[in-house]
T-cell receptor, first 114, second 111 residues
Framework: GAGVSQSPSNKVTEKGKDVELRCDPI?????LYWYRQSLGQGLEFLIY????????KSGLPSDRFSAERTGGSVSTLTIQRTQQEDSAVYLC????????????FGPGTRLLVL | RKEVEQDPGPFNVPEGATVAFNCTYS??????FFWYRQDCRKEPKLLMS???SGNEDGRFTAQLNRASQYISLLIRDSKLSDSATYLC????????????FGAGTRLFVKA
């Protein structure tokens, strides 16, 4: 079956521009996570969606970052006024339920801010 | 103190060796524990869940010690294909959502 998909796979942008990253979770998975991974570093939690509940935004590094999840499925992570330190791989994961379930990751979006 | 800490690595071992990774976590109320594997420039994938009673999957054995807040992964008879970064993952206590990933331990298995 289809796994988690993300688009674009790579994104190069100029400092100050806005970018949108998309995640399509596995069908039927109610939980969706966004993480950021800088080169050679571990995964940094950004935001979590569970069904129709209010998202856990505790990991978003600044107010330039926001995310939506429409209809409990597709999610978009938006970074406004990108900075060079935003360059990283942005990974999306979904799981059947929250927290205690296996997370299935998408291939990630590699973002480079020049 | 980091919420999840792992051996710094890298571990360089010959084929056939046994290697052990350790991980400690700070939140005593944590409920679920996992080991993920991440290949270079790839996404993490679940290797195995970690249960209180310990569990084994082929050459891989995971142990959990709640009293010491410690998780381990043992790989026996290492293969070249085991070369990867191994991530210790701790899921929150009931009602929380934030999953914590350790920074990972790199393993290189040499011929």
């Amino acid at each position: 079956g289809a796994g988690v998909s993300q688009s674009p796979s790579n994104k190069v942008t100029e400092k100050g521009k806005d970018v949108e990253l998309r995640c399509d979770p596995i069908s039927g998975h109610t939980a969706l996570y966004w993480y950021r991974q800088s080169l050679g570093q571990g995964l940094e939690f950004l935001i979590y969606f569970q069904g129709n509940s209010a998202p856990d935004k505790s990991g978003l590094p600044s107010d330039r970052f926001s995310a939506e999840r429409t209809g409990g499925s597709v999610s978009t992570l938006t970074i406004q006024r990108t900075q060079q330190e935003d360059s990283a791989v942005y990974l999306c994961a979904s799981s059947l339920v929250s927290g205690q379930e296996t997370q299935y990751f998408g291939p990630g979006t590699r973002l480079l801010v020049l | 103190r980091k919420e999840v800490e792992q051996d710094p690595g890298p571990f360089n071992v010959p084929e056939g060796a046994t290697v052990a990774f350790n991980c400690t976590y700070s939140n005593s109320a944590s409920q679920s524990f996992f080991w993920y594997r991440q290949d270079c420039r790839k996404e993490p994938k679940l290797l195995m869940s970690v249960y209180s009673s310990g569990n084994e999957d082929g050459r891989f054995t995971a142990q959990l010690n709640r009293a010491s807040q410690y998780i381990s992964l043992l790989i026996r008879d290492s293969k070249l294909s085991d070369s990867a970064t191994y991530l210790c993952v701790v899921s929150p206590s009931t009602g929380g959502f934030k999953t914590i990933f350790g920074a990972g331990t790199r393993l290189f298995v040499k011929a």
